[in-house]
């Protein structure tokens, strides 16, 4: 049974035929109430899809808000999900079909015609596994799907998309106008609008992904039914809904093994989750693609499963005359009522995939002189040398990556010899990021230590290259800085440090006419104690004087606070002889409130209240 969903690397190489697990056609039908055409195509599309394998088929209804008068109500439920897959494909005339999104199905809907175009997707295996559960939480129904991809795709890009719907409804007399009575597999929600979850699907690998929908109370509980399926494109790659008996996947995905010589693989697979009340024994069997008489395959913990969940384990040998290549062994699964399910790993002869990527996403990287931007994955033959280089410097806006090492401590340019063992290799950059300075107005004056990236958490200091300029005539002082970003400094020392560069950080150095403040000493005289004086006036606007008297040498500093407890402006900073000193506060960047200033001189600190009045 195939069922759905994941997100992981991107690849890039050779690929093999779509050989591999089971297919579930997806049928995804347009329809209204409204629509009498549609009265008589549906009754036939649900009539075949009940005359087909369940587990080869599921469906999916979407209703239009046309033809007139398009009151269709299961359209006016969830306008935005039907409305995104109409015009994803494009249809403009209903009753209309897709199968598999490639095919389209137009009416007149007739059982032969259906069939043949199932046959041509149906005989096709799909490159996925998907395994579909839900659990229901209080008023939510959580969706947990894995997928595992069984073929090195050309293109890993794809699209999973997840949909509550209900299958059957059913109306003692018709609720349109087209007279129809019975509505099947009405598509209810679907997963980010519509849109699907785009993944990269990386072959060897099962990766879980959940999902949760609010269960609408107005949703028949028996009949609620979640589906899923994946796309590439218009190309539905695989359906997906609970499995009906078994199912089956690898835990191992594939092994690489040397050429010219007698060589063996063991893969471990499972079956993880049967219906409930399930009890048939599983026979197994296994063939080669293509086939190659050097290859055998066998089963040695038995080829019945009888026990469930149940695992087993698949042994591979080949002989040295098997040539370098990607042997795919499908493995089928068969219970007692016929039911079938297939799956598959490779067996890497004289070859191996390897995967690149960067430690940071959208990063490039290069394998043998092409730029890569995504992680890659390869299949290259044993022996063969390859090159793996870094891209240095990238700069994406105000931040720049810089090289720092390959995970196998390779350099800038990475010879590597493809072996046997699994290989992953990653190009590691690290951070820096860009201190954006200016100066407001722009008088003339540059930043010491401006407009320069810096590692990540590198302790960063900055200063306008003068405080006090003329321009046009006029005197402008430095008033304060302004910044933006985690970490960034504000406060009026012109010397401003950021302790931590974790990110972009915008620095404004604002400059005014206006004396910002000055210090003085009033006298000659010499205090006995340390004081903090009220400042006066008080209220002011929008400057006010701060006395203090400071009784011997000391290194003295003078702040002011907001009524948090935020350092807003630094008066004074530095060492001053005894005496009595007035510093001057100019307030004229800031808001009408309540403000504190402190002074702390050697052992000594003092905190006073002060109010500006605008």
């Not at 409305?83 to 005339?93: C, P």
């Not at 009753?95 to 096709?124: C, E, H, K, W």
């Not at 835990?251 to 009340?277: E, R």
Request: glycine share 8%; proline share 6%.
């Amino acid at each position: 049974m195939k069922k759905l969903f994941t997100i992981v690397f991107f690849l890039v190489a050779v690929t093999s035929s779509f050989l591999a697990g089971d297919r579930m056609v997806f049928v995804e039908r347009f329809t209204s109430w409204t629509c009498g055409p549609c009265a008589s195509n549906n009754p036939a599309m649900e009539s075949w899809i009940n005359s087909v394998d369940a587990d080869r088929v599921v469906g999916i209804a979407y209703h239009m808000n046309w033809p007139a008068p398009g009151n269709d109500g299961y359209f006016l439920y969830n306008p935005n999900d039907n409305n995104a897959r109409r015009n994803f494909y494009g249809v403009n005339s209903i009753p209309q079909a897709r199968m598999d999104g490639l095919i389209t199905v137009n009416s007149p809907y007739t059982s032969g015609g259906l069939q043949s175009l199932f046959d041509t997707r149906t005989n096709l295996l799909s490159p996925v596994t998907m395994i579909l559960t839900d659990s229901t939480f209080g008023d939510s129904i959580l969706v947990r799907a894995r997928i595992y991809c069984e073929v090195l795709l050309s293109n890993p890009s794809v699209f999973v998309h997840f949909s509550i719907q209900e299958r059957h409804h059913s109306y003692t007399s018709p609720p349109g106008t087209n007279g129809e009575t019975q509505f099947y597999d009405i598509m209810r929600r679907l997963v980010n609008g519509g849109n699907g979850e785009n993944v990269y699907l990386y072959p060897g690998q099962t990766v879980i992904v959940e999902k949760k929908f609010y269960k609408d109370p107005i949703w028949n509980p028996a009949e609620v039914m979640p589906i899923a399926w994946i796309q590439q494109g218009v190309e539905v790659m695989n359906g997906a809904k609970k499995t009906a008996n078994f199912t089956m996947i690898p835990t191992t995905g594939f092994k690489s093994v040397l050429q010219g010589q007698n060589q063996s693989a063991t893969y471990d697979m499972t079956i993880p989750i049967v219906a409930a009340g399930y009890n048939s024994p599983v026979t197994l069997t296994a063939q080669v693609d293509p086939p190659n008489a050097g290859i055998s395959v066998s089963f040695p913990s038995g080829g019945t499963v009888s026990t469930f969940p149940g695992n087993f384990t698949v042994q591979v040998n080949s002989t040295g005359a098997v040539p370098t290549g990607n042997y795919r062994i499908i493995v089928t699964g068969t219970n007692g009522n016929g039911k079938t399910h297939k799956t598959s790993v490779s067996y890497l002869v004289g070859m191996n995939y390897v995967g690149v990527n960067t430690n940071r996403i959208l990063l490039a990287y290069k394998v043998n002189g092409t730029t890569y931007t995504s992680p890659s994955l390869f299949a290259w033959n044993v022996g063969s040398s390859q090159q793996l280089s870094a891209v240095s410097p990238q700069i994406f806006g105000s931040t720049r990556y810089l090289f720092q090492n390959w995970s196998n401590a390779g350099d800038t340019i990475n010879n590597i010899t493809i072996s046997t063992g699994v290989s992953n290799y990653t190009c590691n950059y690290r951070a820096q990021y860009k201190l954006i300075t200016s100066v407001s107005p722009a008088v003339g004056v540059t930043v010491n230590g401006g407009n320069l990236f810096y590692d990540s958490a590198a302790t960063v200091n900055f200063s306008p290259s003068a405080t006090t300029v003329i321009y046009n005539d006029k005197t402008y002082y430095f008033q304060r800085w302004v910044g933006a970003g985690n970490n960034s400094y504000n406060g009026t020392n012109p010397n401003g440090t950021i302790t931590s560069m974790s990110n972009v950080i915008v620095q404004t150095a604002q400059f005014d006419t206006i004396v910002p403040f000055g210090i003085q000493n009033l006298n000659t005289g010499i205090p006995n104690v340390f004081a903090l004086h009220q400042n006066y006036p008080n209220p002011f606007n929008p400057v006010t004087k701060i006395k203090f008297d400071i009784p011997k040498f000391a290194n003295v500093t003078v702040k002011v606070y907001d009524v948090i407890g935020n350092e807003i402006a630094q008066v004074f900073a530095g060492d001053l002889a005894a005496g009595y000193y007035e510093a001057d506060f100019n307030a004229s960047s800031y808001a009408s409130g309540v403000y504190f200033y402190r002074i702390d001189a050697g052992d000594y600190s003092s905190v006073k209240r002060m109010v500006l009045v605008k």
